[in-house]
């Protein structure tokens, strides 16, 4: 049986090679070339959006988690970037570290019935982004300012974000036309409520992100 399996994922894989191959010959897809975005709605591809977060570990060393699986949808029109929309959902429950015992500590509920969480706590709410701004700066960069809701708090905050390319996905994936971002901000994390070993761990808090979106 596991012969008969693996001769199966062999022919998968020869059968696809071709097609692949065909692309690679003419590289990715994906341009960084703003003539090729088109207007619409586009919906968050969550299988290629992540908001990694980093902060300065005892003055020793950077650490950084991920956070993935988010959700939300974009407005474009390329005539009126200054008309975009987004919304963005991210499942703070569905932190990721390479430390267990952090990740645990991330999520961990309060010592008692009048503390609080050191940080998100057992069940927290996801967070959300909604802008509420766009400035363009040239064809590629733009400011985008909205409100953060993060831990039961909501602030603004403003995204640098980057054009990164756009183009049309190949036909075995669908063939949809896609857009890609880079983003980077910088929150404190004391004012949304998560105050807790400053200053031995950094309450700036880097963020980067890498939003894909895919037209509906």
Same mark, same amino acid.
């Given at each position: 049986?596991?012969?008969?399996?693996?001769?199966?994922?062999?022919?998968?894989?020869?059968?696809? =090679?071709?097609?692949?191959?065909?692309?690679?010959?003419?590289?990715?897809?994906?341009?960084?070339? %703003?003539? *090729?975005?088109? @207007? @619409?709605?586009?919906?968050?591809?969550?299988?290629?959006?992540?908001?990694?977060?980093?902060? &300065?570990?005892?003055?020793?060393?950077?650490?950084? @988690?991920?956070?993935?699986?988010?959700?939300?949808? *974009?407005?474009?029109?390329?005539?009126?970037?200054?008309? =975009?929309?987004?919304?963005?959902?991210?499942?703070?429950?569905?932190?990721?570290?390479? &430390?267990? +015992?952090?990740?645990?500590?991330?999520?961990?509920?309060?010592?008692? %019935?009048?503390?609080?969480?050191?940080?998100?706590?057992?069940?927290?709410?996801?967070?959300?982004?909604?802008?509420?701004?766009?400035?363009?700066?040239?064809?590629?960069?733009?400011?985008?300012?909205?409100? *953060?809701? *993060? &831990?039961?708090?909501?602030?603004?905050?403003?995204? =640098?974000?980057?054009?990164?390319?756009? @183009?049309?996905?190949?036909?075995?994936?669908?063939?949809?036309?896609?857009?890609?971002?880079?983003?980077?901000?910088?929150?404190?994390?004391?004012?949304?409520?998560?105050?807790?070993?400053?200053?031995?761990?950094?309450?700036?808090?880097?963020?980067?992100?890498? +939003? +894909?979106?895919?037209?509906?």
């Amino acid at each position: 049986m596991r012969r008969i399996l693996a001769s199966a994922a062999a022919l998968a894989i020869v059968g696809t =090679a071709p097609l692949w191959a065909q692309g690679a010959a003419s590289g990715p897809p994906g341009q960084k070339n %703003a003539a *090729l975005v088109t @207007g @619409g709605t586009y919906k968050v591809d969550p299988g290629h959006t992540l908001v990694e977060w980093e902060v &300065n570990h005892l003055g020793f060393s950077p650490y950084f @988690g991920l956070f993935g699986d988010i959700s939300g949808t *974009l407005q474009l029109d390329p005539k009126a970037p200054q008309n =975009a929309k987004v919304s963005m959902t991210i499942p703070v429950s569905k932190v990721t570290t390479v &430390n267990q +015992a952090l990740t645990a500590h991330l999520l961990r509920g309060p010592k008692d %019935a009048v503390s609080k969480p050191d940080f998100f706590g057992a069940s927290p709410a996801d967070a959300t982004f909604v802008s509420t701004s766009v400035k363009p700066k040239g064809k590629t960069m733009a400011d985008v300012t909205g409100n *953060l809701t *993060l &831990n039961g708090v909501t602030r603004p905050v403003t995204l =640098a974000v980057n054009f990164y390319g756009a @183009g049309k996905a190949p036909a075995q994936m669908g063939g949809a036309e896609n857009i890609g971002f880079e983003a980077t901000t910088t929150i404190r994390r004391s004012q949304f409520g998560m105050g807790q070993m400053i200053p031995m761990i950094s309450d700036e808090v880097n963020l980067k992100i890498a +939003a +894909a979106f895919s037209k509906q």
